[in-house]
């Protein structure tokens, strides 16, 4: 079983850059993976951030941005603002067909 | 505009049955993966099962396989869960999804509560 693996959680000061990784259990991150990257507030719906490793969703402000670096793909937020304080989670499309989430990244802005 | 409308949640006893559905709108079913995607109370999102535009394929986590079957109707352009043999931790919010890997869009999500 493919398991997903995210920082639990990331403190950062209002301003600051900041990179979120997902990695697979079973190798690599490629772009057939398609990447993906939502981001939550407790109580909400899910809201796309990124797929396709890079491609951001149609409104996000581009402060969001995705892609890969090493084995992993990454998701970076240039310049945070209070408003990004949220769950982030990834999740990756498998050649099985399966899909899988990470656990989440809780982001504190302090 | 992409809409994706839930319904058929509510409480169910542990073992009983449950049919969720997903009403959409705005674009081309028949073109896109669909997929649900649960959240338990406090918890993470977990990927529960999808099926391919032309419902040919049908995939599904571990924890639902053989429980749980997913299915759509281009007719109505809606998809569905039938969800057997309930068990206490299916307890979540269920969210229809339109394809993780192109343009994800995501329904409001339907509780379902599995309790005796």
């Known amino acids: 079983q493919t398991v997903v693996t995210q920082e639990p959680s990331f403190s950062v000061s209002p301003g600051e850059t900041v990179t979120l990784t997902c990695a697979l259990s079973s190798g690599p991150v490629s772009s057939t993976h398609y990447p993906s990257w939502y981001q939550q507030t407790p109580g909400q719906t899910p809201r796309t951030l990124v797929y396709s490793t890079n491609t951001r969703s149609s409104g996000v402000p581009d402060r969001f941005s995705g892609s890969r670096v090493g084995n992993k793909a990454v998701l970076t937020i240039t310049g945070v603002q209070a408003e990004d304080e949220s769950d982030y989670f990834c999740a990756f499309y498998l050649p099985s067909g399966l899909s899988v989430f990470g656990g989440g990244t809780k982001l504190t802005v302090l | 505009e992409v809409q994706l409308v839930e319904s058929g949640g509510g409480l169910v006893q542990p073992g009983g049955s449950l049919r969720l559905s997903c009403a959409t709108s705005g674009f081309s079913f028949s073109s896109y993966w669909m997929n649900w995607v649960r959240q338990a109370p406090g918890k993470g999102l977990e990927w529960v099962a999808n099926i391919k535009p032309d419902g040919s394929g049908k995939y599904y986590a571990e924890s639902v396989q053989g429980r749980f079957t997913i299915s759509r109707d281009s007719a109505q352009n809606s998809v ?3 969800m057997n043999s309930l068990r206490v931790d299916d307890t979540a919010v269920y969210f229809c999804t339109r394809a993780l ?8 999500g339907i509780l379902v509560i599995v309790s005796s």
């Open chain 2, 101 to 108: 890997t192109t343009a994800p869009h995501w329904g409001q």
């Open chain 2, 80 to 82: 569905s869960l039938q």
